[in-house]
């Protein structure tokens, strides 16, 4: 995740990356997501603007799907990558499950056609509200983060009359060796119970009424690279498993957590979804479902956000670039240091000098990229890539700026998934003293 320096020439083709399915590519100097002309979308919609490949993300999808076909298995998006409703419902036309973290995204999951059987809810949090919501609508999984969690479970699943099928979320002590604020297996972290703890817990849910115990999950971080961490996490978990068959507790699925991280910076270490899979499923016995929770690997690299070069400013220490995309657009960069490629919409026959690429927020962290080798001018529009995933989930309306537009490309279509915000969506709701 940290920074480095021109990564890559604009002029070079960007679906050389084999492992995610790229659908970048630029045709006589003008960059094309599918057929789709990104300079059109940005006549249409303006910018700044998300824009996905619809064909990329159901590539993402079948990748994992295609590696664990032969075996019983779930592929649980997670929803809080992007939670776009005609996303939403093309994974799930695809046969995708769901991995929630809010009553919210349960809410949107129904809406946008996908079941509630085939979704886990995790999360260290879930209020009595949410709970008896899930359980009204027949979640499939609750992924239990504390004992205390499972008494009230417990409790509101029997005063509703209904069984909660859960799933304990083991955290195995495992570092990921991913940027901190996106590690989740470690001792120090809130996330799952302890390891050590996980018999005993096991041995509480099944002395509890109006519980189902189903699974076993964990989840150790995000933007994997490394296999390393997956194997000892799951080889940890396993023996948890053994240990509770043992003691006349069998379960039904083993769910692994998140997916593999994407290639941001190129020639970066990388993890393949084929790799990932087969190592997942040589380790998990057969005799379980192997469920996972794929976010980023869908959609992130099938996302970008479109900006345009407002001003061209030479200050005396470097060269900017203002954009009209900020930090409340794309948190990535200001929140994790976060790499991403940024690329004109348009080549120009000229080598470019170095900018930092800027937005109009008053933070000095409103930077979306540092040393940026660019042939531009003012009113030339740039592709962030990488950006379908934690991208507009994340944004903010911070210094009282309209989210932008969602855009979904199918083939040579370019669908209006969610309309720009206008200044009365962000005051609605607030009132003046009488
Ligand atoms: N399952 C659980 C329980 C999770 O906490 C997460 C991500 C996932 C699945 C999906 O993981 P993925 O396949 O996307 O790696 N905002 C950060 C990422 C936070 C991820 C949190 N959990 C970023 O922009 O990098």
């Avoid at 021109?6 to 100097?29: C, H, I, M, T, W």
């Avoid at 809406?111 to 059987?117: D, L, P, Q, V």
Wanted: with cysteine; hydrophobic share 40%; proline share 5%.
């Amino acid at each position: 995740m940290s920074p480095a320096t021109n990564p890559r020439s604009a002029s070079k083709p960007l679906n050389d990356r084999p492992e995610s399915v790229s659908f970048f590519n630029y045709q006589n100097g003008q960059l094309y997501l599918e057929q789709v002309q990104l300079n059109d979308v940005v006549a249409r919609f303006g910018t700044p603007c998300y824009v996905y490949s619809k064909a990329c993300i159901e590539a993402n999808f079948a990748q994992y799907r295609t590696a664990l076909a032969h075996r019983n298995h779930k592929i649980l998006y997670a929803v809080k990558a992007n939670s776009n409703l005609a996303i939403l419902q093309l994974l799930a036309k695809a046969g995708a499950g769901f991995d929630i973290v809010s009553g919210g995204e349960l809410a949107r999951v129904l809406m946008a056609g996908g079941n509630a059987a085939d979704t886990a809810f995790a999360g260290v949090g879930k209020t009595r509200a949410e709970i008896e919501y899930a359980l009204a609508q027949g979640i499939g999984c609750f992924n239990v983060e504390s004992t205390n969690e499972l008494k009230l479970l417990s409790q509101v699943a029997t005063a509703m009359g209904r069984t909660a099928p859960i799933a304990i979320r083991i955290n195995p002590d495992v570092d990921p060796k991913t940027h901190p604020y996106i590690a989740t297996g470690l001792r120090e972290n809130k996330f799952g119970i302890p390891i050590d703890d996980g018999l005993e817990v096991y041995r509480l849910a099944r002395s509890l009424p109006g519980l189902e115990i189903t699974g076993v999950c964990c989840h150790i971080g995000s933007q994997l690279t490394d296999l390393t961490p997956y194997l000892d996490a799951v080889s940890r978990v396993i023996s948890l498993v053994d240990s509770l068959a043992a003691d006349g507790i069998h379960l039904h699925h083993l769910d692994v957590g998140g997916g593999v991280g994407i290639g941001y910076v190129e020639d970066a270490p990388k993890l393949s979804v084929g790799e990932f899979c087969a190592a997942m499923d040589k380790l998990v016995d057969r005799r379980l479902a192997l469920h996972m929770e794929p976010g980023r690997s869908i959609v992130g690299a099938a996302g970008t956000l479109l900006t345009e070069v407002v001003y061209l400013k030479q200050a005396p220490e470097r060269r900017f670039a203002v954009v009209d995309a900020a930090m409340n657009d794309l948190m990535r960069p200001a929140l994790y240091q976060a790499w991403h490629r940024i690329v004109p919409l348009t080549q120009r026959n000229d080598d470019g000098v170095d900018y930092d690429i800027v937005g109009p927020v008053c933070e000095s962290a409103d930077v979306l990229g540092r040393s940026r080798r660019l042939a531009i001018a003012e009113g030339d529009c740039l592709a962030i890539l990488d950006a379908g995933a934690y991208g507009f989930v994340m944004a903010s309306n911070y210094n009282t700026r309209p989210r932008p537009p969602e855009v979904l490309v199918d083939g040579g279509r370019a669908n209006l998934v969610r309309q720009r915000e206008q200044f009365d969506d962000l005051v609605r709701g607030e009132q003046l003293l009488g």
